[in-house]
């Protein structure tokens, strides 16, 4: 057998190398006129049993101007993408403290195009086929940066505008990394001169498919005109459900005229869902931001399923659905207090914030446990400390991410003036992040929630979150991370017990089930990620593995640890271009030994999605919300 595998490696490198001689060969013959005549070199073929020396003719043979050279260039990246150490302990380095205060003299912006550029090599240049593809593409408008930068030429350089103003042109969706640099070699003691370099994200992305059950065309382009407007659209037809058609379409447009304040307009019409909403907000975008605030508006109709109903007549399984429609309009504001600091160079970054909300929700179809008109009144306080390092290869392949760590504590209170009962509502929330290069990332967060009616607490819930990944684990060019994340949901004196549910990110992903509803849970999700070195035509490759552990109740008033857990397991392989708008694809292999008894369930699932599984909870101060039970 190994005869037979090291036979056909040795006719894979012949044909390679008979490939190359002959593309040599026609390349010195239409040059031979002009070249005096050398002596002939007898090649010798490498050895197929040393891995070293055949990646050396790899290499060469790429970097012949030659058809056959290109292919082995575009196919195959010979210097693997190293990762570093996180690039500052401290998202604000030390060193620019001295800056503070200073007037900012000049502002120069270097913005780079997607493909073959570099933030932290700037003499990197595109080949030519990155060159073709940064011709498909419109740089982000310097008045579009400009816009999200937290200083102005001629005014006062305020502490952590620096930082922040790197840390929020990086989330933004159209930039894949920045930087925000002083020129030391130019600043005086009184005044400075900073440089703002870009690198775009590819933002004109498609996909679709096709299968028995219908065919799905996405369209998506996040920088329009190099404006940073969104535009998203989806469309499906050919679908087996009373409406054979489904569309989805937003189009977003971020931070208006410098105000920070975003607007975006949706619609989605769909059988089971129709929504058509305008909204517009100003968060707390920076630790120094003073008034946050939001308005929306919005029409809804759905079909909302009947968990309850129980039909002899239907199949096992079969959930019936009846109209529900309803609108609703929203209005907050919000405002934060620096605290004093002792540090003159430095600003507190911790702050005090008060907020109001008025909510009003109008049903016109349909009812539910839980479902009344109503107008709601909620007003709260609380404490946010948030600061933000810098790690790569959490989410991402590669790029610079910004990981949140502080302390957020909010108290909620209100009224909800409704059709059918008025009662008061209280709240409180407390979360904290911390991270060490060292240690890695942990997250925890409590929330609960509840009204007062006729002398008794109801409709109450408490829920729990915790989130911790190992630190970056490095074998070689091969890098391993651990995720661990825990989600507790705890539903007290509710009339709607079959509220929760395990299904894809609700718990087990993968699991799918519209029967396995309950009243308490509690999910437990581990995964591990190994980032390979691995690059083919742009796309990293990391191999994953999961599993997940799920307890659910729907007894009233019972834990679910007294009920026999569902359970997932798997692995499988996940691709993503940071330099494109597409999202994460994954192909993932799950294993589920418990199921519900229901046609059509498998024990093996081969499932796709392009939704990552994680996400940092940023520790910023929303507006006043009610604790949500889902």
């Keep these: 057998m190994n005869r037979k595998k090291k036979r056909l490696a040795q006719l894979l490198l012949a044909l390679v190398c008979l490939l190359g001689k002959l593309e040599t060969h026609a390349q010195t013959d239409s040059t031979r006129s002009a070249a005096p005549i050398a002596a002939p070199v007898v090649s010798t073929p490498p050895d197929t049993t040393d891995p070293k020396r055949f990646l050396q003719f790899l290499r060469r043979m790429s970097q012949r101007k030659t ?4 292919v082995v260039r575009a196919m195959i990246v010979f210097k693997p993408r190293q990762a570093n150490q996180p690039i500052d302990a401290e998202l604000l380095p030390e060193a620019y403290a001295q800056h503070n205060y200073k007037i900012v003299r000049s502002i120069y912006y270097k913005r780079l195009d997607a493909f073959g550029f570099s933030v932290t090599d700037t003499m990197r240049v595109p080949d030519n086929v990155e060159k073709l593809g940064n011709g498909l593409h419109s740089r982000t408008k ?10 102005r030429e001629g005014e006062l350089l305020e502490p952590l505008a620096l930082s922040e103003s790197e840390r929020l042109l990086r989330q933004t969706a159209y930039i894949l990394d920045a930087r925000v ?15 703002v370099i870009t ?8 996909s679709g498919s096709m299968s028995s059950s219908g065919t799905r065309l996405s369209l998506r382009e996040i920088n329009f005109m190099g404006m940073g407007h969104q535009v998203r659209t989806t469309y499906r037809f050919g679908l087996k459900e009373p409406q054979t058609w489904q569309f989805q379409g937003s189009y977003f447009i971020e931070n208006l005229s410098r105000s920070y304040i975003s607007a975006e307009l949706f619609y989605q019409n769909t059988y089971y869902y129709n929504q058509q909403s305008l909204s517009l907000r100003r968060d707390f975008f920076s630790t120094s931001t003073k008034y946050a605030g939001g308005a929306s508006v919005g029409w809804y109709q759905t079909m909302q399923p009947d968990y309850y109903l129980r039909d002899e007549d239907l199949p096992e399984g079969f959930i019936t659905h009846s109209p529900l429609d309803y609108n609703i309009q929203d209005v907050w504001l919000g405002r934060a ?10 600003d507190n970054a911790g702050q005090f914030i008060t907020a109001i909300r008025a909510r009003s929700v109008a049903y016109t179809q349909g009812s539910g446990p839980t479902i009344q008109s109503a107008r709601l009144y909620l007003a709260a306080v609380g404490y946010s400390f948030r600061r933000y ?9 590669g790029r610079t991410e910004d990981i949140p760590a502080g302390t957020l504590l909010a108290f909620t209170a209100g009224f909800e003036d409704g059709s059918l009962k008025n009662r008061p509502y209280v709240g409180v929330k ?7 290069p060292s240690f890695g990332y942990l997250y925890g967060g409590l929330e609960y929630g509840t009204y007062r009616y006729d002398n008794r607490w109801e409709q109450g819930v408490f829920t729990a979150e915790a989130l911790y990944f190992t630190p970056l684990h490095r074998m070689n060019n091969w890098l391993l991370r651990h995720f661990l994340w825990n989600r507790t949901n705890i539903g007290l004196r509710r009339p709607d017990l079959l509220a929760l549910n395990i299904n894809q990110d609700e718990g087990i992903r993968g699991f799918n089930s519209p029967t396995v509803r309950g009243y308490r849970k509690f999910v437990l999700n581990y995964e591990s990620n190994l980032f390979t070195p691995l690059t083919l035509f742009g796309f990293r490759l990391a191999l994953i593995g999961f599993a997940d552990v799920a307890w659910l109740t729907n007894v009233n008033e019972r834990s679910p640890f007294k009920e026999k857990p569902y359970t ?8 993503r271009n940071e330099y494109l708008t597409f999202n994460t694809i994954q192909f993932l292999l799950g294993y589920y030994p418990r199921l519900p008894d229901v046609p059509g369930q498998q024990d093996f699932k081969l499932f796709q999605t392009t939704r990552r599984y994680y996400d940092f909870n940023d520790l910023r101060f929303t507006q006043p919300l009610i604790t949500e039970f889902r």
């Design 67 to 70: 058809i056959f050279g290109r």
């Design 142 to 151: 310097r008045a579009r940066i400009k816009n999200t930068l937290l200083f």
């Design 181 to 195: 640099l002083v020129n030391d070699s130019t600043s005086t003691q009184d005044s400075l001169d900073i440089t």
């Design 199 to 206: 690198r775009d994200v590819f933002s004109i992305s498609g």
């Design 337 to 346: 207090f620096q605290l004093k600091s002792y540090d003159l160079s430095q």
């Design 389 to 397: 390092y810098k790690d790569q290869y959490l989410f991402g392949f």
């Design 430 to 436: 407390g979360a904290f992040g911390q991270y060490r």
């Design 568 to 575: 997932g397991f798997g692995f499988g392989l996940r691709f």
